[in-house]
């Protein structure tokens, strides 16, 4: 939802078609001789580490909660599940709807700026999280960390992805994509390790000083680089429209629980998140710099890839707050255990991701995407026919989240690299925008499916509850696989998709 590289625009639609696959003899010719790897200069890794680094800071943020949510709420009297959940939901929510004007306004007053300002402003809500007075509070300053974060998003990449060789490129792109959400994976682990010696402010308010140290560290590896000229009025119509859908989808999904799913209160909010999409969409197409640039999915690779990651997006961010529900109440794990427990994802797709984004760069990347995706699927269904009220951490649940992490890594970071082929250099960031939309969209969607699907969290009678969501989740990360073996082809090489 945002663009994210300096680039020189042209009208969305004049982007050509280019679906076509090459011929037999350029496709034996492609895939015998590969050039040989280019080499990245030092500025450029220091440059990816600072980038990387924000967007840890960002994907810890989205998951570090969420091993306290029992203590947030008895934080705040009166509060109920559903009133925290909002503050979990809202950070997904704010974070897709803004992700794409963030990245234009980027384009527009620079990248660095907007990275920089994104850090000032992701410290501020921070202390505002850690020192807010009442839920509402809360959840408006987590929507605020969430505008934070979309500005730190796009811009971070846009700044680092000029500097890599083309031939290395799927290593950058694939080392940044995974940033993220390892972050989110490692956050409940890191978060228990605070909770165990202090109160659930302080996992938001160690956020604070890592973005002012962040800052400091971009002010003096970073450049800016020079924005494009002639640029059309800013999309404020898509803008709105698309904040609607997803909000008005999440609203329906987690309130319809309480409202009645029949009611005529959740089909008029429905109604209104249908309505806006459809604005949405007929905007987009119309507009001549669209917030998204859907014409790009006119390209076999973009749209299979962003397809595919919106579907396994459902699960990817969302599956991190089911855990830790899951050992803390069922199992009665301690907040501590519960940490260590999951941090054996983020271990295992931290391995996988830094083995196969080099891999890719020499062998590419859909073969191991689709095995990637498929572990994740057979992960997802070890737990849903393994966890029961018996506590057996060893054989009922660590392989499970292990094969998730390592099948995540062997695939989700390389999608977005899948998609950058079938482009131009002038719509990296458009397509990255693209890309990271729909991931926290799709977040934002798998986030109220748990809090509207996972009614009851704790006892032997909530594994229905678990059973359903893990269920839920089963056929979503199931549709990402299959999507995944949509036929895409090779992608054109530079010099024919700018023909």
């Given at each position: 939802?945002?663009?994210?590289?300096?680039?020189?625009?042209?009208?969305?639609?004049?982007?050509?078609?280019?679906?076509?696959?090459?011929?037999?003899?350029?496709?034996?010719?492609?895939?015998?001789?590969?050039?040989?790897?280019?080499?990245?200069?030092?500025?450029?890794?220091?440059?990816?580490?600072?980038?990387?680094?924000?967007?840890?800071?960002?994907?810890?943020?989205?998951?570090?909660?969420n091993?306290?949510?029992?203590?947030?709420?008895?934080?705040?009297?009166?509060?109920?599940?559903?009133?925290?959940?909002?503050?979990v939901?809202?950070?997904?929510?704010?974070?897709?709807?803004?992700?794409?004007?963030?990245?234009?306004?980027?384009?527009?007053?620079?990248?660095?700026?907007?990275?920089q300002?994104?850090?000032?402003?992701?410290?501020?809500?921070?202390?505002?999280?850690?020192?807010?007075?009442?839920?509402?509070?809360?959840?408006?300053?987590?929507?605020?960390?969430a505008?934070?974060?979309?500005?730190?998003?796009?811009?971070?990449?846009?700044?680092?992805?000029?500097?890599?060789?083309?031939?290395?490129?799927?290593?950058?792109?694939?080392?940044?994509?995974?940033?993220g959400?390892?972050?989110?994976?490692?956050?409940?682990?890191?978060?228990?390790?605070?909770?165990a010696?202090?109160?659930?402010?302080?996992?938001?308010?160690?956020?604070?000083?890592?973005?002012?140290?962040?800052?400091?560290?971009?002010?003096?590896?970073?450049?800016?680089?020079?924005?494009?000229?002639d640029?059309q009025?800013?999309?404020?119509?898509?803008?709105a429209?698309?904040?609607?859908?997803?909000?008005?989808?999440?609203?329906?999904?987690?309130?319809?629980?309480?409202?009645?799913?029949?009611?005529?209160?959740?089909?008029?909010?429905?109604?209104?998140?249908?309505?806006?999409?459809?604005?949405?969409?007929?905007?987009?197409?119309?507009?001549?710099?669209?917030?998204?640039?859907?014409?790009?999915?006119?390209?076999?690779?973009?749209m299979?890839?962003?397809?595919?990651?919106?579907?396994?997006?459902?699960?990817?961010?969302?599956?991190?707050?089911?855990?830790?529900?899951?050992?803390?109440?069922?199992?009665?794990?301690?907040?501590?255990?519960?940490?260590?427990?999951?941090?054996?994802?983020?271990?295992?797709?931290?391995?996988?991701?830094?083995?196969f984004?080099?891999?890719a760069?020499?062998?590419?990347?859909?073969?191991?995407?689709?095995?990637?995706?498929?572990?994740?699927?057979?992960?997802?269904?070890?737990?849903?026919?393994?966890?029961?009220?018996?506590?057996?951490?060893?054989?009922?649940?660590?392989?499970?989240?292990?094969?998730y992490?390592?099948?995540?890594?062997?695939?989700?970071?390389?999608?977005?690299?899948?998609?950058?082929?079938?482009?131009?250099?002038?719509?990296?960031?458009?397509?990255?925008?693209?890309?990271?939309?729909?991931?926290?969209?799709?977040?934002?969607?798998?986030?109220?499916?748990?809090?509207?699907?996972?009614?009851?969290?704790?006892?032997?009678?909530?594994?229905?509850?678990?059973?359903?969501?893990?269920?839920?989740?089963?056929?979503?990360?199931?549709?990402?696989?299959?999507?995944?073996?949509?036929?895409?082809?090779?992608?054109?090489?530079?010099?024919?998709?700018?023909?």
């Open positions: 939802m945002r663009r994210q590289i300096p680039v020189v625009l042209s009208k969305v639609s004049d982007i050509p078609l280019a679906e076509e696959s090459p011929t037999v003899s350029d496709t034996r010719a492609q895939s015998s001789i590969r050039a040989p790897l280019e080499p990245v200069s030092p500025r450029a890794w220091r440059a990816l580490s600072v980038a990387s680094l924000a967007t840890v800071l960002v994907g810890f943020n989205s998951t570090a909660t091993i306290a949510l029992d203590d947030i709420q008895a934080g705040f009297i009166g509060a109920t599940a559903a009133d925290i959940g909002w503050g939901a809202g950070f997904f929510i704010g974070t897709a709807a803004f992700l794409p004007l963030a990245g234009r306004l980027a384009d527009r007053i620079g990248r660095k700026r907007i990275f300002l994104g850090l000032l402003a992701f410290a501020l809500s921070a202390i505002f999280s850690a020192t807010a007075g009442t839920v509402i509070t809360l959840n408006l300053s987590r929507v605020l960390q505008f934070a974060g979309a500005a730190i998003l796009p811009a971070s990449l846009a700044l680092v992805l000029p500097l890599f060789p083309e031939s290395r490129r799927t290593t950058a792109v694939g080392l940044w994509s995974a940033a959400p390892l972050g989110a994976g490692v956050a409940p682990g890191v978060a228990a390790l605070i909770l010696n202090a109160g659930w402010r302080i996992v938001y308010l160690v956020s604070a000083p890592v973005a002012l140290l962040m800052f400091w560290a971009g002010q003096r590896l970073l450049k800016e680089l020079p924005t494009p000229p640029q009025k800013l999309d404020l119509v898509g803008a429209a698309g904040t609607l859908a997803i909000g008005a989808a999440v609203t329906a999904i987690m309130q319809g629980r309480i409202w009645g799913y029949t009611s005529a209160l959740t089909a008029l909010v429905a109604a209104v998140g249908v309505l806006s999409f459809v604005v949405f969409i007929s905007n987009s197409f119309r507009h001549p710099e669209p917030l998204l640039n859907l014409h790009l999915l006119r390209r076999r690779g973009v299979v890839a962003n397809l595919v990651n919106f579907l396994v997006g459902i699960t990817s961010q969302s599956i991190w707050i089911v855990w830790p529900l899951f050992m803390k109440n069922v199992w009665n794990f301690s907040t501590l255990e519960v940490g260590m427990g999951v941090t054996l994802g983020p271990i295992a797709a931290g391995f996988s991701t830094l083995t984004s080099r891999l760069d020499r062998i590419g990347s859909v073969g191991l995407c689709r095995l990637g995706t498929a572990l994740q699927v057979v992960a997802v269904a070890w737990h849903f026919t393994q966890l029961d009220a018996e506590v057996n951490f060893w054989s009922a649940f660590a392989p499970g989240i292990m094969l992490g390592f099948g995540w890594g062997m695939s989700i970071p390389l999608l977005n690299g899948v998609a950058l082929e079938w482009v131009e250099e002038k719509y990296y960031g458009e397509t990255n925008g693209l890309f990271s939309t729909l991931r926290y969209a799709a977040a934002a969607i798998g986030t109220a499916a748990v809090f509207a699907l996972l009614t009851v969290t704790s006892g032997v009678e909530a594994l229905p509850y678990y059973d359903q969501i893990l269920g839920f989740f089963l056929v979503a990360s199931t549709s990402g696989a299959l999507a995944m073996w949509i036929k895409i082809g090779k992608a054109p090489g530079r010099e024919r998709l700018a023909n």
